[in-house]
């Protein structure tokens, strides 16, 4: 067995790469183990027209701004899983895949590290596993006895795969609209939202949400109200293709019905659709199977944390998993700031 290492960071994606930036500027001895074959993290397994919310510039790593891409205002999957993969060679991030995590055991002074091709020891471990990797489906009345085709966002491509069907997308927040847009000209599509759709203010993209997530941070820690932070905002950023089909009336939301049939969806009235396909928006869960052997486990499947640090495991830091682990830390931008105090707090640890 490896002599154990500082930090053990289980994740290659985003969050991975930005706490490994920060670890190696501490002189910290550390390995990420990601379960990728390749470079880019969840941006490698998204639907082929996504963009981003916000420009290359305020869409960056620490240490290395994205560069811009030619003809794209906002950029798309494939510039940010090139940007990726270039940030992660050029700070020669010892980033060792395929290997998936089996799970986190506590070794006396040491974390175990237990994966599919060997055993890992370290002092500290930071998990940013991400959610992409467990989508959530509701338990909707009948679903199993839909003999269409049902997706979730993750499965989801392009419209071309369902070019003349009749498609019901569910769900109302970003992944649900834009995928909605995305086939208004290929399907017959009904848009299901468990409540009227709010869009955000058309002016509004990924550079505000990151300065309001980040001013509702600081209320709360220096004890002021709550502003209720992104989510008051609104539940749907209107991207252009999204702002398009709204403005045209071609996204129009019907409420969330009460079950699935053989052949589509009723709701209470008796009202009924039809449909080849259902796409489930819903939402994803913390992958966060890999550190159950530590028991940690709270509320909603979170683990509790102060900041990105377990409350019942000092040693296991937390990373990019959504506000609860960092203020906007699922995304980009937001992701910097909570990995270099995950590594600072860790450094502190050690000595």
């Given at each position: 067995m490896p002599a154990p290492l500082d930090v053990v960071v289980i994740g290659g994606g985003q969050a991975g790469l930005a706490a490994g930036y920060h670890l190696r500027r501490l002189g910290l001895d550390f390995a990420v183990l990601d379960a990728q074959p390749t470079p880019g993290g969840a941006w490698q397994h998204t639907w082929?027209?996504?963009?981003?919310?916000?420009?290359?510039?305020?869409?960056?790593?620490?240490?290395?701004?994205?560069?811009?891409?030619p003809g794209e205002t906002y950029p798309d999957a494939a510039h940010v899983v090139a940007y990726l993969t270039d940030y992660e060679q050029r700070y020669e991030l010892p980033v060792h895949r395929p290997v998936r995590v089996a799970g986190v055991h506590?070794?006396?002074?040491?974390?175990?590290?237990?994966?599919?091709?060997?055993?890992?020891?370290?002092?500290?471990?930071?998990?940013?596993?991400?959610?992409?990797?467990?989508?959530?489906?509701p338990a909707v009345p009948g679903r199993t006895k839909f003999r269409g085709v049902q997706l979730h966002t993750v499965e989801y491509r392009s419209p071309v795969d369902?070019?003349?069907q009749t498609v019901i997308v569910v769900g109302g927040g970003n992944s649900g609209a834009q995928i909605a847009a995305d086939l208004v000209p290929a399907a017959?599509?009904?848009?299901?939202?468990?409540?009227?759709?709010?869009?955000?203010?058309?002016?509004?993209?990924?550079?505000?949400?990151?300065?309001?997530?980040?001013?509702?941070?600081?209320?709360?820690?220096?004890?002021?109200?709550?502003?209720?932070?992104?989510?008051?905002?609104?539940?749907?950023?209107?991207?252009?293709?999204?702002?398009?089909a709204r403005d045209a009336g071609l996204l129009k939301a019907q409420p969330m019905f009460d079950r699935v049939t053989a052949t589509g969806v009723a709701w209470a009235d008796g009202t009924t659709a039809e449909a080849d396909a259902i796409i489930w928006c819903t939402g994803f869960r913390p992958g966060l199977s890999h550190l159950a052997p530590?028991?940690?486990?709270?509320?909603?499947?979170?683990?509790?944390?102060?900041?990105?640090?377990?409350?019942?495991?000092?040693?296991?830091?937390?990373?990019?998993?959504?506000?609860?682990?960092?203020?906007?830390?699922?995304?980009?931008?937001?992701?910097?700031?909570?990995?270099?105090?995950?590594?600072?707090q860790i450094a502190d640890l050690l000595r």
């Open positions: 082929d027209s996504l963009h981003l919310f916000s420009p290359a510039a305020y869409s960056s790593l620490p240490g290395r701004l994205m560069p811009p891409q506590r070794d006396g002074e040491l974390l175990h590290v237990e994966t599919d091709s060997g055993s890992w020891r370290a002092r500290a471990v930071i998990s940013a596993t991400g959610t992409w990797s467990r989508p959530f489906v369902l070019a003349g017959a599509l009904t848009w299901v939202t468990p409540r009227e759709p709010r869009y955000l203010a058309d002016d509004i993209d990924g550079r505000a949400l990151f300065d309001h997530a980040t001013a509702r941070r600081r209320a709360l820690d220096e004890g002021r109200t709550d502003s209720g932070g992104v989510a008051s905002l609104g539940d749907i950023v209107a991207v252009p293709p999204v702002r398009e530590l028991g940690l486990r709270g509320p909603r499947g979170h683990i509790p944390t102060t900041g990105t640090r377990a409350l019942g495991e000092p040693r296991l830091h937390l990373l990019g998993y959504g506000d609860w682990t960092g203020p906007a830390s699922a995304t980009l931008i937001g992701v910097g700031r909570p990995a270099r105090e995950a590594a600072r």
